[in-house]
């Protein structure tokens, strides 16, 4: 299980000709301190079956892939513009340098009071 902590987002809208190849349109590039930890992918919302999230175990460090449908970009990204500090988590076990391995990914948050930022 691998959960980071990220601070910085560059979304990726790819144009018709590069969506063709790529299957998926937006792509959401999630970092710590100026280095990737994560990739965020918006598959179409007819895509059959979702590819699984995965962990790539790198020389240094490791980068997880979290896979979703186009219709939950905006919310994705309503959570990242408005919530801190946020995390990027999956269940699967780091490989050998080189290796991918799959498992369940989410995005959260750290624990937050109840009625955070509500007027009485």
Known sequence: MKTVAFDEYQVYNWTPKKAERLEYKITVV??????????LNFYP???PKLP???LYT?????RVTLNFYEN????VLDLMRNESPLYIYISATT???GTRTYGEGDIRTSDEPVGEEEGV
């Open 30 to 39: 999630i970092k710590y301190n100026n280095a990737q930890v994560g990739t």
């Open 45 to 47: 919302n007819d895509y």
């Open 52 to 54: 699984g999230d995965s």
């Open 58 to 62: 790198m020389s240094k460090g490791s």
């Open 72 to 75: 939950q970009y905006e919310h």
């Open 95 to 97: 490989g050998n340098p």
